[in-house]
């Protein structure tokens, strides 16, 4: 028998895109799938134009494709085109609007594997609420505006914060290096004081460490420290959020989970009984520490 193969694009570099290539070799290998993962490099014109080249190739057409995307289109016309040729279809962490007429003439398994993001940036918001129970001012440190998953967890995030919280948003690319050099540029405006910020808050682990290189970096001597000092919130896989929980670099995290060894799972599982799994499916998160001992610590 044919082993299967699937392709794989990733929108960037950062940590958690990592640990998903990463979790995805490691399914693959265990189901015996053959497997290609590119790399668009934060560019959406770049990924349309590697998928759609697989697409239309005329030989060795992968099974399935599975796109991270990097912006919130989600390459519907890409994904038209590899249905159309019986490749499966595949998305990760965003949610599209195109899949459901897809799947009344698709040959392969098209579905959604996502965090509930909107969801994600509630608890996220909670958490804030627990450890400034009357309030403050909190520099957040998020995604591109373009992209789905930056997006849903800034509408969760800004859909529960009290009238006492003041939210300054720094967007930044997915990469360390774009989070560094936006806080060092913050840093230099005149208006900007440790002593006005009371909680410093991420989208992910890569911006809570890029920040603080920047606070060490680029703060004067006693800001420093209150900078350093400040609690700090994150998002990211347990392996990821456990060590600076631990070592008290994060206050708290939102714990995430994988995408891309369920979907992988999945997608080998209704291709070999012809079927069609749910159109979307939402892995878990949870607040580290719980809501209740933030609350109880801050109160």
């Avoid at 959406?44 to 080249?53: F, Y």
């Avoid at 490749?87 to 459901?100: M, Q």
Wanted: proline letters at 5%; charged letters at 20%; glycine letters at 6%.
């Amino acid at each position: 028998m044919q082993r299967l193969s699937v392709v794989i694009s990733l929108p960037g570099e950062n940590n958690y895109l990592r640990e998903q290539e990463a979790a995805a070799k490691a399914t693959a290998e265990r189901l015996g799938v053959d497997l290609r993962v590119i790399n668009a490099k934060s560019d959406p014109v770049t990924q349309s134009q590697q998928v759609l080249e697989i697409v239309q190739a005329s030989s060795l057409r992968p099974d399935g494709i599975f796109v991270e995307p990097v912006n919130n289109q989600g390459l519907p016309r890409v994904a038209e085109a590899a249905v159309a040729a019986g490749i499966g279809w595949v998305v990760s962490n965003a949610r599209v609007d195109y899949l459901e007429p897809l799947r009344k003439t698709a040959k392969a398994p098209v579905f959604t594997v996502s965090q509930d993001h909107t969801e994600i940036g509630r608890m996220q918001g909670r958490q804030f609420a627990a450890i400034l129970p009357h309030g403050g001012s909190i520099l957040y440190l998020r995604g591109p505006a373009t992209n789905f998953l930056a997006a849903q967890r800034s509408e969760g995030l800004e859909s529960v914060l009290g009238p006492n919280a003041q939210l300054k948003s720094l967007k930044i690319q997915w990469t360390a290096e774009s989070a560094y050099h936006s806080v060092t540029s913050w840093l230099r405006l005149s208006t900007v004081r440790a002593s006005d910020t009371h909680l410093i808050a991420a989208q992910n682990t890569d911006f809570i460490q890029a920040a603080r290189q920047a606070f060490e970096e680029n703060a004067p001597g006693a800001d420093r420290v209150k900078w350093l000092n400040l609690p700090y919130c994150g998002v990211g896989v347990l392996n990821q959020t456990k060590p600076l929980l631990d070592a008290g670099t994060l206050t708290a995290a939102i714990v995430t989970s994988l995408t891309m060894d369920t979907a992988l799972d999945m997608f080998v599982r209704h291709l070999q009984t012809h079927s069609q799994p749910p159109e979307h499916t939402v892995v878990k998160a949870w607040s580290q520490p719980s809501l209740e001992d933030l609350t109880a610590k801050y109160s």
